[in-house]
């Protein structure tokens, strides 16, 4: 037999004896026998590597070589969840999306496991990638250290090309074990959670094979459309059938049991079945339950069932808007509240904040806290003195929760002013919101010229909110577009300016001609157009100005409510915005100006750049001093031509390296890639350096 058929062999037998230990926990052979049999496989494919199978089952065993983990890009978007806090907040959600599609929907509800999120990539049935969540558009591929999970495929019966998300996790009762042999204390892992993170992460993963790590999958995505099942629920059973580990804990919400019952029944799922109404019993029975699962669960996801209608509801930046999470508990503590401040927004929104007594949460020490409207208010029967219990909505928003204890001072519940706190102008009430209508309150020109700048848009990077509000006291600055045409050496006598933060600014506003018409239409700061949605109408055709005003101006929603995840609020709201005489006048201001636009002239300006990276492939590693976030370091290389990627292989041509950054660099350097430092770059790219008055480095 030669090497080819030996090690096809081998790998067959190994599969059919690990499928029928992991799935039917039958054992044909004795482990000592599989490790012989395993060894035997493992060194034939050390000796011929180009002839081991993709899913080869020592894969499974791990190695000991160093995982560095490079960074990847998702292929689909690995987004978070919008959370709920109550049974109330949750049948919102459903009433909410109901009306919203104008028809009855269904919902999944599976528990939230405490996990670690994971993208398993499978190419023509062939796992390919494993991939942690990261920043939800790039993560780090930990394929070797998934790839010994038992619980993963490795390879699926039909050869699809599909992505997969699910919840890597550890049992409670394996946690406890685990970590009570754990000799060193500083070892020891918090909870579950920490110690499938640290796993995961384990540079070994012949070593994180001693985990018992595993997982619930709970999204699939098809590469092929119309080989997507039509709901939630086949979603469920289509990757159950293809070998992966589903949550049996599922439960499924229609208008009436009997209709949710039938659903699941016709996906062939078992599963529990509701009605909408039965909501606040099933989050009640599933809080009970929660502490006897043999894993944990910090909350639960309410699903639309319906993928065209997920479609439709589309996603924000941060979620989808087609399921919520309800989160068990939300960290609490107790505080007086001393005070409400009113804050007026950019688009004039008003926002009473709770000034609180400091209270240490979470790690952290909290002062305010928002208290979104009157209603929220109301609801709460809050007034200045009383004693509330505040969390941290989300692991981060201060939020008040409750009254504890009333006020003894008489105080009575909190009103809004009926001016607006900056102007005076009398308030107004949009929905339930209040928003101060005067386009021109000072608040909210400070704060429209402050996003405008910010770093997520236009990137002026001097004119920070309290440079803004110095100059426009002072007169200069009064509104967005006369950041083009403002004289700034006026400044110079304002406290904190001077002449050098002047020549910055000047300069971080020239820069700023060169955003994308993407960037400009995101920073007018119109309500509804984030970057996302900016995006969105790009790429749909509304690629410059123009269109967008054309479009406003036949006042038909329709045409942006075609738009994925649009809709007709959406579409008259943008129109409603657009044919503001205010807003145009600012729009003709910054094309006067010079700004972009349309999207065409953007290629016209960076093929006018000077492309000296052109044709070089870079890869970042370690900090900067002068690019901070790294970033920066990246929209300078691109935009002088070079191509950019997150890890270091032969096409790589340059590395450039800050401080610290091993395992890129040991690469280039195995690699012979051309090592380039922080000062190499900057003089390559003609630029310098000089402090800046907060001491931070700046470029120039
Ligand atoms: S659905 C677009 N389902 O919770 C799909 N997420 O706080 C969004 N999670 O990042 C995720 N159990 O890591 C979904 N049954 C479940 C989940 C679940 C745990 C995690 C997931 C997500 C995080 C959001």
Known sequence: MNAREEIDRLTEKLKMYQDKYYKEGISLIPDSEYDRLSDHLAALE????????????????????????????????????????????????????????????????????????????????????????????????????????????????????????????????????????????????????????????????????????????????????????????????????????????????????????????????????????????????????????????????????????????????????????????APQAEARLLGITVQVGRTGRITPVAEITPTKLGGSTIRRATLHNQEYIDELELAIGDTVSISKRGDVIPAVENVIEKNTDGNTVYRLPHDCPCCHTPIVQVGGLQFCPDYDCPDQVKGRISYFASADQMDIETLGPKTVALLYDAGILKGIEDIYTADFTAAASLPGMGEKSIGQLEKGIRESLSRPFVTVLSSLGVAEIGRKTAQMLVENGFDSIDRILEAADLKDPSAFASIPGFGSVMGERIIEAFSSPRLRETIEALRKAGLHLDAASDQVEE??????????????????????????????????????????????????????????????????????????????????????????????
């Open 46 to 329: 050390r000796e011929h590597p180009d002839l081991q199978h993709p899913d080869s089952p020592t894969k499974r065993v791990g190695s000991d070589l160093t995982n560095d983990f490079p960074e990847v890009r998702h292929t689909i978007p690995v987004l978070s969840l919008d959370k709920a806090y109550s049974d109330g907040a949750v049948l919102d959600f459903f009433n909410r999306s109901i009306q919203k599609e104008g028809g009855l929907l269904s919902f999944a509800a599976e528990e939230k496991i405490d996990g670690i999120s994971m993208v398993l990539y499978y190419e023509k049935g062939v796992l390919v990638r494993a991939v942690t969540r990261g920043n939800g558009e790039i993560g780090n591929d930990v394929t070797p250290n998934i790839m010994t999970m038992p619980s993963v495929p490795l390879s699926l019966p039909e050869s699809i090309d599909i992505a997969v998300r699910g919840e890597v996790y550890l049992g409670k009762e394996d946690f406890l074990r685990l970590n009570e042999a754990e000799t060193d204390e500083s070892k020891r892992a918090a909870n579950p959670r920490n110690l499938a993170a640290g796993t995961v992460r384990r540079q070994k993963s012949s070593e994180a094979r001693r985990v018992p790590l595993t997982i619930f999958c709970y999204e699939g995505f098809w590469d092929d459309k119309d080989s997507t099942p039509q709901d939630h629920l086949h979603i469920l059973a289509k990757l159950k059938a293809l070998g992966f580990r589903i949550n049996p804990h599922l439960a499924f919400f229609s208008s009436d049991a009997e209709t949710a019952r039938r659903k699941l029944d016709e996906a062939g799922l078992d599963g529990e079945a509701y009605a909408f109404s039965d909501i606040d019993g099933f989050i009640r029975k599933k809080a009970e339950e929660r502490a006897g699962l043999p894993y944990e669960i910090d909350g639960l996801v309410f699903k639309i069932n319906e993928l065209d209608v997920r479609e439709r509801f589309g996603y924000t930046e941060h979620h989808p808007r087609w399921a919520i999470a309800y989160k068990f508990d």
């Open 607 to 700: 093929k006018a750049e000077d492309q000296v990276f052109s044709g070089q492939v870079w890869c970042i590693t370690g900090s900067f001093k002068a690019f901070n976030p790294r970033s920066k370091a990246l929209r300078e290389i691109e935009k002088r031509g070079g191509r950019t990627v997150s890890s270091v292989t032969s096409k790589t041509t340059h590395l450039l390296a800050g401080e610290g950054g091993g395992s890129k660099r040991k690469e280039a350097e195995r690699l012979g890639v051309q090592i380039v430092t922080e000062e190499e770059f900057l003089s390559a790219i003609g630029a310098g350096t000089e402090r800046g008055e907060d001491g931070q480095l700046l470029l120039f």
